[in-house]
């Protein structure tokens, strides 16, 4: 019998585990999955609150993410998951509105009545339009300003855009844009009703059940362990140790794959394609308290002045005595890492937020936090400008053996744990026909 074929994943994101979870159900594959970080998940990673796990950056699925929800299934996990019903508002001139329903947009008093009919007229029509194509080289700043007018920009879309996109918002494809409505708008049950999935135990209970599955099919899995090369020999280089590999796949971020490869003349294009893909970070502060704030479970800040771009109180998905009785809350927002806002010391930043959440809730009372902790990730959203359908990098690299799968190759679609899921089936199976190119290519596969 031949030998197995070493195969390295690096990333225990939910991409990489995923795509070890594929391929160590072949026994032709010997995996070993590092992973830099001293915990699994990634992005969606969670931390102990009140007795339970919680993830450092807000999650929920919806009920089109039809990948990750089979997988689920699969793992045996199914009664973990909860379906609960979303509510969503606009914090705008000084108060909360509410914003779910076509109700509520035409009650929506800071956008002008005319601005919220062509509003409500353009999310019909993005709703139904099936094809993005025509988007791709148009930004959302551009047709929905025609489409929704000035009004409506103001008081709705472009704090959107600013809030997930920083400097950037100009610049997004309504392509993106056109995949957030299109599918928000149609995660909805019979009734009309949005429904968020969570786990009970939080998105941890699938790291944990990938965890402990791959490693039932034998997978070596090394956390604390990052990849500073990989090199045109099948040769990568982990903490230091240089180890051989018939197939490598990366699933961190596109300039850090750059970042790895050996200074060749042949590999810079490639390089440079990967560097061209450029990403803001994130910063999460959760807190728990024993104060209700608020009647919604996602608020958008779209106060001209807000310094962060979303309130969520997860209490209002999952009941608080699954916390120990607190309340949890989220603030949350995406920042350029070279920011000024970004490099802020922890307690002047948290001094900030919670000042700026006394605005949105005068009674909030910051004596009554049981805890508080700030996350921050450097790499946490792609931009998606008009010329991203260009730069998608392939799954393949110039380099023998080597892939490539993260989200920088999600589009038009909002990247997520769902499609990470997608993608860590879909290389897995590209994985295995250059392993075996006897097997079929995975566009053949249904
Ligand atoms: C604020 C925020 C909110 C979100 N909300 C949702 C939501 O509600 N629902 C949802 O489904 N998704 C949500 N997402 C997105 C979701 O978390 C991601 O799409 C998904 O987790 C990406 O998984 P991944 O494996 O592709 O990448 P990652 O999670 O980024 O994993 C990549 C891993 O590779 C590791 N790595 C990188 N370089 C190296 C190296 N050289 N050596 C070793 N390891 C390395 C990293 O440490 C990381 O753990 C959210 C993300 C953010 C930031």
Redesign the pocket.
């Known amino acids: 019998m031949s030998q197995p074929k070493k195969i390295l994943i690096?990333?225990?994101?939910?991409?990489?585990l995923t795509a070890a979870l594929r391929l160590a159900a072949d026994a032709q594959c010997a995996v070993t999955l590092?992973?830099?970080?001293p915990q699994l998940g990634?992005?969606?990673a969670g931390f102990p609150l009140g007795g339970t796990s919680l993830e450092k950056?807000?999650?929920?699925?919806f009920l089109t993410?039809t990948s990750i929800l089979n997988l689920v299934q699969e793992l045996g996990l199914a009664e973990k998951l909860i379906w609960c019903d979303s509510s969503v508002g606009i914090f705008r001139n000084g108060r909360v509105h509410a914003f779910k329903t076509p109700l509520d947009l035409l009650r929506f008093s800071p956008c002008s009545f005319v601005g919220r009919l062509r509003t409500g007229l353009a999310a019909l029509y993005l709703k139904h339009q099936k094809n993005w194509r025509g988007f791709a080289s148009v930004t959302a700043h551009d047709w929905m300003t025609r489409a929704c007018g000035a009004s409506a920009m103001a008081s709705i879309w472009t704090p959107l855009l600013k809030g997930k996109f920083d400097r950037h918002a100009q610049h997004v494809s309504m392509a993106w844009f056109w995949a957030r409505i299109h599918i928000r708008a149609n995660s909805r049950s019979g009734g009309g009703q949005e429904k968020l999935g969570y786990f009970r135990g939080g998105f941890n209970v699938i790291t944990t059940a990938l965890e402990q599955e791959i490693r039932r099919r034998g997978v070596t899995i090394q956390t604390s362990?990052?990849?500073?090369a990989i090199n045109a020999d099948r040769t990568a280089v982990i903490n230091g140790e240089t180890v051989a590999f018939d197939a490598c796949l990366f699933?961190?971020p596109s300039p850090?794959m750059a970042r790895?490869l050996p200074a060749q003349e042949s590999l810079r294009d490639y390089a440079r394609q990967l560097q061209s893909i450029e990403y803001l970070g994130?910063i999460?502060l959760v807190f728990a308290s024993d104060q209700p704030l608020g009647d919604f479970y996602w608020v958008n800040v779209n106060e001209p002045d807000a310094p962060f771009l979303v309130f969520i109180n997860h209490t209002r998905l999952v009941d608080p005595s699954v916390y120990g009785g607190k309340y949890v809350y989220y603030i949350?927002a995406y920042l350029a890492p070279e920011g000024e806002l970004y490099n802020l010391p922890d307690t002047a930043l948290i001094e900030r937020w919670l000042g700026y959440l006394k605005k949105m809730f005068p009674e909030f009372d910051a004596r009554r936090l049981a805890e508080k902790h700030l996350f921050r990730?450097r790499a946490?959203?792609h931009i998606v400008d008009t010329r991203y359908a260009g730069k998608i990098p392939d799954y393949r690299t110039p380099l023998p053996g080597v892939f490539l799968a993260?989200?920088s190759q999600i589009f038009p679609e909002d990247?997520?744990?769902?499609?990470?899921v997608k993608?860590g089936e879909k290389i897995a199976a590209l994985i295995q026909q250059h392993l075996d190119p006897a097997r079929p290519h995975p566009a053949a596969l249904p």
């Open positions: 690096v990333g225990g994101g939910f991409t990489g590092v992973e830099s970080s990634g992005l969606a950056t807000y999650h929920h699925l993410d362990a990052a990849v500073t699933t961190g850090a790895l994130a999460c949350g990730f946490a959203q993260n989200f990247r997520g744990t769902n499609f990470a993608e």
